[in-house]
């Protein structure tokens, strides 16, 4: 037996999905719900998330997958126990919930809709809810007597060569035949690549892309001598962007050579006499007459600036002296400094 649980909030969906007619086999048991059909049991289960407005996803959709040999010796009465079991092993007694059997497929299995809101408003907490729904599959599966999954995925594991030693043949064959033709080409850009695939082609191996649903490429398949190989069953070294980075490795070193025997002899020219230049030298050579009148206001702005600060030292020094020591000459000097201060602050006045 098989567990999986997961958080949604397409609740409405999601009752409709379980009650489809062609798909339910059973209505096995229900908790604190009186409904029957997804209309009704939707409209309980709201009535009681609404309480809760910050919660996004407030329903709990899980599966319970049943073995083949399993299901053949198990009852009706066997499968309410069961799925009653699971629920509460969940710990979803005090949440709403209900759970059905669906007969699509050829192996039985139990769908369970819960409310994630209890019946105290308590929010039910889905940290590593996957994980945990599998162990309680695996735990009720020792306690029922059932397949355990996990069980089964090691045993299969272990017995794959074993079952099927044609193609664990024909898989050493294509490694061979791969990697001989990868270090051959490997590093010959565009040509290399292109030499690798006909090769592998002419050799009887036929590469095919698989995409997704948006029709993006996400990985490669090989199929050789009747069989098919993912692209990583063969090596790390064949998925789909590394077999590429395998053929651009050398394009790019032959591209940094030249680039840097240019540069050399450039950066020798500039070294002697100019050192560091914040300007680019095809700017720095443009003389001043050119400059622009709105460059030269400001370059003129900054030296009145500096010349009135030196002027209101000097006028601080001349008081001084004024005060202390000699007489006219130097209070009349700082005098006419002042008006020359005066005059500058109108200037800049005007140009702003």
Same mark, same amino acid.
């Given at each position: 037996?098989?567990?999986?649980?997961?958080?949604?909030?397409?609740?409405?969906?999601?009752?409709?999905?379980?009650?489809?007619?062609?798909?339910?086999?059973?209505?096995?048991? #229900?908790?604190?719900?009186?409904?029957?059909?997804?209309?009704?049991?939707?409209?309980?289960?709201? $009535?009681?998330?609404?309480?809760?407005?910050?919660?996004?996803?407030?329903?709990?959709? !899980?599966?319970?997958?049943?073995?083949?040999?399993?299901?053949?010796?198990?009852?009706?009465?066997?499968?309410?126990?069961?799925?009653?079991?699971?629920?509460?092993? $969940?710990?979803?007694?005090?949440?709403?919930?209900?759970?059905?059997?669906? @007969?699509?497929?050829?192996?039985?299995?139990?769908?369970?809709?819960?409310?994630?809101? *209890?019946?105290?408003?308590?929010?039910?907490?889905?940290?590593?809810? #996957?994980?945990?729904?599998?162990?309680?599959?695996?735990?009720?599966?020792?306690?029922?007597?059932?397949?355990?999954? @996990?069980?089964?995925?090691?045993?299969?594991?272990?017995?794959?060569?074993?079952? &099927?030693?044609?193609?664990?043949?024909?898989?050493?064959?294509?490694?061979?035949?791969?990697?001989?033709?990868?270090?051959?080409?490997?590093?010959?850009?565009?040509?290399?690549?292109?030499?690798?695939?006909?090769?592998? %082609?002419?050799?009887?191996?036929?590469?095919?892309? $698989?995409? &997704?649903?948006?029709?993006?490429?996400?990985?490669?398949?090989?199929?050789? #001598?009747?069989?098919?190989?993912?692209? #990583?069953? !063969?090596?790390?070294?064949?998925?789909?962007?590394?077999?590429?980075?395998?053929?651009?490795?050398? %394009?790019?070193?032959?591209?940094?050579?030249?680039?840097? $025997?240019?540069?050399?002899?450039?950066? @020798?020219?500039?070294?002697?006499?100019?050192?560091?230049?914040?300007?680019?030298?095809?700017?720095? *050579?443009?003389?001043?007459?050119?400059?622009?009148?709105?460059?030269?206001?400001?370059?003129?702005?900054?030296?009145?600036?500096?010349?009135?600060?030196?002027?209101?030292?000097?006028?601080?020094?001349? %008081?001084?002296?004024?005060?202390?020591?000699?007489?006219?000459?130097?209070?009349?000097?700082?005098?006419?400094? @002042?008006?020359?201060?005066?005059? %500058?602050?109108?200037?800049?006045?005007?140009?702003?």
């Amino acid at each position: 037996m098989i567990g999986k649980c997961k958080a949604i909030a397409h609740g409405s969906t999601a009752l409709d999905y379980i009650f489809r007619e062609g798909k339910l086999g059973h209505h096995l048991v #229900s908790n604190h719900l009186y409904g029957t059909t997804p209309k009704e049991i939707y409209e309980e289960m709201k $009535m009681v998330s609404d309480y809760n407005k910050r919660c996004r996803n407030k329903f709990l959709r !899980i599966e319970i997958g049943i073995a083949p040999k399993d299901e053949k010796r198990l009852s009706l009465a066997s499968v309410r126990n069961l799925a009653s079991d699971f629920a509460r092993q $969940m710990e979803l007694e005090n949440h709403q919930w209900v759970a059905v059997t669906h @007969k699509d497929t050829d192996n039985m299995h139990i769908h369970i809709i819960a409310n994630r809101i *209890s019946l105290y408003g308590e929010v039910y907490d889905t940290t590593f809810v #996957s994980n945990r729904a599998a162990r309680v599959a695996e735990e009720l599966s020792r306690k029922y007597g059932m397949t355990i999954a @996990k069980e089964v995925k090691a045993e299969r594991k272990h017995q794959k060569e074993k079952s &099927n030693p044609t193609r664990v043949q024909t898989k050493k064959e294509m490694q061979q035949i791969c990697y001989a033709l990868l270090d051959k080409y490997k590093g010959g850009g565009i040509s290399g690549h292109s030499m690798f695939l006909y090769e592998l %082609n002419k050799k009887g191996i036929i590469i095919e892309r $698989m995409k &997704n649903k948006q029709g993006n490429v996400y990985g490669l398949k090989f199929s050789y #001598s009747g069989q098919t190989f993912k692209a #990583s069953e !063969i090596g790390r070294e064949f998925g789909y962007r590394s077999l590429q980075k395998n053929f651009e490795t050398t %394009n790019k070193e032959e591209q940094k050579k030249p680039h840097q $025997m240019i540069q050399e002899p450039i950066e @020798k020219k500039e070294q002697p006499d100019k050192g560091y230049q914040l300007v680019p030298p095809s700017r720095s *050579s443009i003389s001043r007459d050119n400059d622009t009148p709105r460059v030269q206001d400001s370059i003129g702005a900054v030296a009145d600036t500096i010349a009135s600060a030196a002027d209101e030292v000097v006028e601080e020094l001349g %008081n001084l002296i004024t005060s202390t020591t000699q007489g006219y000459d130097y209070t009349e000097t700082a005098w006419q400094r @002042k008006l020359r201060y005066q005059a %500058n602050r109108k200037k800049r006045g005007r140009r702003l």
